[in-house]
């Protein structure tokens, strides 16, 4: 029986300066969070000592575990991977850059047993360069008026979803920025609560202006192509 409701799955890319920081937030919050919860990261390739210290930290406390890749796939099928693996009732997802903060959580879960997808929207209260504030903003309202998810900030770090809701959902590069829309196509309902956002104090940001607005856009006619197709259904008795 798991005793587990909630995983909450962190992908790893070359974020040694974090890891540490990651572990003690993530101590604290489970010390007080609102569900039992642990932590799966998802190391996707890392060149740097990521993998040495994931696997010191979940040496020494069961709540975290880890998956490693045989190389960088990047951090869709990193996310993919999670959602695999996961076995609790409730899946979640932070950023290992901690921009967001793990106790926001608690905020999600308030609303997720009448939603199926709950999402952090840092929308007003951003800590990133002007260049990447702005970028941001362009990318969602390109994604917004493609998908129609009524999201300010779809692609914030910070969200929870019914496993069975997530294991669900139709997998491709770019995944990332189109969770809501996913919940969505299964008919299923998404919320945006406002969370707090804190400045990237380690590590470098693995995505760069081409990615947060070309990326973005190319992404979003795989996915009008992919609405088309999908596939939902219903049984009765």
């Given at each position: 029986?798991?005793?587990?409701?909630?995983?909450?799955?962190?992908?790893?890319?070359?974020?040694?300066?974090?890891?540490?920081?990651?572990?003690?937030?993530?101590?604290?919050?489970?010390?007080?969070?609102?569900?039992?919860?642990?932590?799966?990261?998802?190391?996707?390739g890392s060149t740097d000592d990521s993998l040495k210290i994931i696997k010191s930290i979940c040496k020494e406390n069961e709540r975290f575990q880890y998956i490693n890749f045989d190389r960088n796939y990047g951090l869709s099928t990193a996310i993919k991977a999670g959602f695999d693996h996961v076995k609790t009732e409730l899946?979640?997802?932070?950023d290992a850059d901690l921009q967001t903060h793990?106790?926001?959580?608690?905020?999600?879960?308030?609303h997720i047993g009448e939603y199926d997808l709950v999402t952090?929207?840092?929308?007003?209260?951003?800590?990133?360069s002007f260049v990447k504030n702005m970028s941001s903003k362009i990318a969602n309202t390109i994604r917004r008026w493609f998908t129609n998810d009524g999201m300010d900030d779809t692609s914030c770090p910070l969200k929870i979803i019914k496993t069975s809701y997530a294991q669900r959902i139709p997998m491709f590069k770019g995944l990332h920025r189109f969770l809501p829309a996913m919940i969505l196509l299964q008919n299923g309902l998404i919320k945006q609560i406002e969370v707090r956002h804190f400045p990237r104090v380690a590590g470098k940001a693995k995505f760069g202006l081409f990615n947060r607005l070309f990326g973005p856009l190319i992404d979003c006619f795989a996915y009008m192509w992919m609405k088309k197709k999908y596939i939902n259904y219903k049984t009765k008795s």
């Open positions: 029986m798991e005793k587990y409701k909630l995983t909450i799955i962190i992908p790893v890319f070359n974020e040694s300066e974090n890891l540490k920081r990651v572990e003690r937030e993530f101590l604290d919050y489970f010390k007080s969070s609102k569900l039992q919860s642990k932590a799966l990261f998802i190391n996707d899946t979640g997802y932070i793990p106790k926001d959580f608690d905020l999600l879960i308030e952090g929207n840092r929308s007003n209260n951003r800590k990133d």
